[in-house]
Structures are given as structure tokens and as C-alpha cells.
């Protein structure tokens, strides 16, 4: 068997599994050999030795049975940054990109946020990309924050800051304001769990997409408290699912926020809601 074998045969049992099949068979190969897809066609001839047969079996075998790829090659692009993640926290989505955008556009220095971090996508693109003299990041999962901190690392990121707990109670005593706040928290409503693919229910945490009856219960918690975090100006930027937009933009406008803003993602679907923080005693904070 060489390279090019491998990759026919591997195509061809991943048919009706990936929407690309190809292309999944060569970073599956890629994989095994430790290469990257681009240096493959050089070496189409080449043998597929044991271990790597072996290897790459069990991974089109796991594939099949719906685990998602990333978690078979294990980390991730998202944005400039290679994400390490792992069984039981949640995988990073590339919808989620446009809410660095938006948080940078709304201002990019001070002291940022990201409630729910999980892998640390949000925290880490902020340290990145913008000019945040320190970010912090909150989750409740123990596995999340360690997986971020060693993300962290490997992105060679120092400026920030990782703590466990609900939402902004995990927050040291004598926490600054913050100028920016993102979340991509859990937004699934609890009845439409039981319909998502098996790539998702069979891979991801329930902790991590559950938002209760409507969704909305860790988006509410979030607005509700952000106003005490938070300066005059700052922006709060949260992901939601498309049917969501109406409902988010309401509650804000209703909590007293201004010049609020919905983004949509690369699909064109309504995938973030960033609204600005007006200072306190103009905030009503009033929540039906
Ligand atoms: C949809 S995942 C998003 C993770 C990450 N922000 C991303 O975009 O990849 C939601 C995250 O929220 C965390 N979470 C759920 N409830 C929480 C709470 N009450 N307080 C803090 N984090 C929570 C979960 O552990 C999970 O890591």
C-alpha cells in the first residue's frame, strides 16, 4: 500500500461520513505521517508502513463513527492561532472568529474578558490580535481552563489570566473594570439537544451548549451582571444562534445598553450581538 492507495481507500470510506471527503482523507494521512497535506503529492509513491496503517484505520474508523476531525488530529486552527483541543471541552467553531472581529472594532485596548472561555479561542485572538494590556478568562470547567492555559503556551500568549467559576463570580477579588467583554457561552435550547448530529451530542459537554428552555439563561445572566464589570463605553459582545438576534437585541436595549449591533458570521446567519455599555445610573437594568 502506498500514499496514493491511502488515500483512495480512505476517500472512499469517508463518503457520505465528511462533506469533504478528499480532503479529509489527506489531512487524516497527513496525520499519521506527521506531515503536512500540502507535502503528500510529493510522495504519492511512497510506502504506508506500520504504525501509521494502523493508525490511520482506527482514525477513519473513529471518523466513521462521527467523531469530529479535529478531535482526531487534535488541535485546531482558529484565527492566527493553533489550538490544542481535547475529548470533553468544547471544540472551537470557525462562526466564532467573527466575534474577535467585532470586539476589535469596538476597541482593542484596556482590559478584556471572555466569560466561558473554554478552549480559550476568544481570550487568546484578544491577546493576539488586539493591543489589551491583559485579558482574563472565566469558565466552570476545570478541563477547559487547563486545556487553555497549555493553549496558552503553545501560542506563546502571557497576558492572560485564567480563572474557574460561574460567570463573573469566578473573578479575583478587586477585579478591574473591563473596556471589553465577549462570551460564546451555552446557547442551545434544552429541547433541541436531543436533534443535534451525533458529532456534536455523542463529542461535545452538555455543560457546554445547554442555555436552558429558551437558551437564553446564561446570555440573561451575563447582561444582567455585565454593567458592574464595566466602564462608560465598553463594549459587551456575546454569540448567539441566528433565530436568537431579536431576542438578544431586545434584552439589551431593555437593560439600558446602546448602539446595539448584530454581526453576522461568514455563512451570512446572525451570529453575534455587540452592544456598548452608556456608564452607570443610565443603565436601567430592568429584566422582564
Ligand atoms: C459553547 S462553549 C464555548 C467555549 C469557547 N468560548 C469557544 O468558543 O470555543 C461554552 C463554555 O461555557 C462554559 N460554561 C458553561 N456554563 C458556565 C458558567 N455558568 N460559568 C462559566 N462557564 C460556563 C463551558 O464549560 C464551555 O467551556
Not at 476589535?104 to 476568544?122: E, K, N, R, V
Not at 445598553?257 to 455587540?274: A, E, I, N
Request: charged share 25%; proline share 7%.
Amino acid at each position: 500500500v502506498n500514499i496514493a492507495d491511502a488515500l483512495r481507500a480512505t476517500r472512499s470510506r469517508l463518503v457520505g461520513v465528511a462533506d469533504h471527503p478528499s480532503f479529509e482523507a489527506e489531512l487524516l494521512v497527513a496525520s499519521v505521517l506527521q506531515t503536512e497535506r500540502a507535502r503528500l503529492f510529493a510522495r504519492l509513491k511512497d510506502p504506508l508502513r506500520e504504525p501509521a496503517r494502523a493508525l490511520l484505520n482506527r482514525l477513519v474508523e473513529q471518523r466513521r463513527s462521527g467523531c469530529p476531525l479535529s478531535l482526531l488530529r487534535g488541535w485546531k486552527h482558529f484565527r492566527n492561532l493553533t489550538l490544542f483541543v481535547s475529548r470533553g471541552v468544547f471544540i472551537p467553531r470557525y462562526e466564532t472568529e467573527v466575534l474577535v472581529e467585532a470586539a476589535l472594532q469596538s476597541g482593542s485596548s484596556g482590559i478584556a474578558l471572555d466569560l466561558c472561555t473554554g478552549s480559550g479561542p476568544l481570550a487568546l485572538s484578544l491577546a493576539d490580535e488586539g493591543s489589551f494590556s491583559e485579558v482574563f478568562a472565566t469558565d466552570i470547567s476545570e478541563g477547559a481552563l487547563s486545556l487553555a492555559s497549555r493553549n496558552a503556551l503553545y501560542n506563546n500568549i502571557s497576558n492572560v489570566s485564567f480563572f474557574r467559576g460561574d460567570l463573573f463570580d469566578a473573578l479575583p477579588p478587586g477585579s478591574p473594570r473591563f473596556d471589553t467583554i465577549v462570551s460564546n457561552p451555552p446557547y442551545i435550547p434544552t429541547d433541541d439537544l436531543d436533534g443535534l448530529p451525533r458529532s456534536v451530542s455523542d463529542f461535545e459537554p452538555r455543560a457546554a451548549l445547554d442555555g436552558g428552555d429558551d437558551g437564553l439563561d446564561v446570555i440573561r445572566r451575563i447582561i444582567q451582571s455585565a454593567p458592574e464589570y464595566m466602564r462608560a463605553g465598553s463594549a459587551l459582545i456575546v454569540e448567539i444562534a441566528p433565530f436568537q438576534s431579536p431576542a438578544v437585541t431586545a434584552l439589551l436595549r431593555r437593560s439600558g445598553f446602546l448602539d446595539v449591533r448584530v454581526f453576522p458570521d461568514s455563512s451570512m446567519q446572525d451570529r453575534c450581538v455587540r452592544a456598548l455599555y452608556p456608564g452607570p445610573g443610565t443603565a436601567r437594568g430592568s429584566f422582564a
